[in-house]
């Protein structure tokens, strides 16, 4: 059974990167069948898609994070990574990593989330 | 950017009622759109894709419909498990969109 898990630092200071990997258990991320994103979610808020990436590298970003984002994929250690430049108290939230299949876009199977604060 | 408008965003009802959510999108993306639902502390559910396709395992008392800019997710009869918050997803031309959320409360 897929799991995703994601693991970073939960405290993160204004101006610096934030910087999370999603580990990938249970199946290959090298699968032509998926994507693999981004999502995150401000306490209280809804939800935001911050960027998805393919097996093979390619990436596509929200177009209103796109300067400060990069997503990146490990798979011989079967992780994809984000990278948030320049954070602000408003990145503050809970950070999902989550599967999307190519077929249709959808998110199927989520990891359980992980809360970074952005504060000094 | 596709902007994705859910209505209403506070539902109240009773187990056992019909519920619908709608969803629009700025313009259209054909059938391009999954609805998720999402209880407190935990990750988003996947519970329809592709507009009206049911996600396996979801029950059938879920179902979806429509096309291009006016979507809705149903429930035929809800249940004490169903409170929770839904929310609309768009696909379009490799970019995503969420909608805003439709929290269904215990009336």
């Known amino acids: 059974q897929l799991q995703l898990q994601e693991s970073g630092p939960g405290l993160v200071k204004p101006s610096e990167t934030l910087s999370l990997t999603c580990t990938v258990s249970?199946?290959?991320?090298?699968?032509?069948?998926?994507?693999w994103g981004w999502i995150r979610q401000p306490p209280g808020k809804g939800l935001e898609w911050i960027g998805s990436i393919y097996y093979s590298g390619s990436t596509y970003y929200n177009p209103s994070l796109k300067s400060r984002v990069t997503i990146s994929v490990d798979t011989s250690k079967n992780q994809f990574s984000l990278k948030l430049s320049s954070v602000t108290a408003a990145d503050t939230a809970v950070y999902y990593c989550a599967r999307s299949r190519s077929s249709h876009h959808a998110f199927d199977i989520w990891g359980q989330g992980t809360m970074v604060t952005v504060s000094s | 950017d596709i902007q994705m408008t859910q209505s209403p965003s506070t539902l109240s009802a009773s187990v056992g009622d019909r519920v619908t959510i709608t969803c629009r999108a700025s313009?259209?993306?054909?059938?391009?759109l999954a609805w998720y639902q999402q209880k407190p502390g935990k990750a988003p559910k996947l519970l329809i894709y592709k507009a009206s396709s049911l996600e396996s395992g979801v029950p059938s008392r879920f179902s979806g419909s429509g096309s291009g800019t006016e979507f809705t997710l149903t429930i035929s009869s809800l249940q004490p498990d169903d409170f929770a918050t839904y929310y609309c997803?768009?696909?379009?031309?490799?970019?995503?969109?969420f909608g805003g959320g439709t929290k269904v409360e215990i009336k």
């Open positions: 997803q768009q696909y379009n031309s490799y970019s995503l969109t």
């Open positions: 313009q259209s993306i054909s059938s391009w």
């Open positions: 249970g199946g290959s991320i090298s699968s032509s069948s998926y994507y």
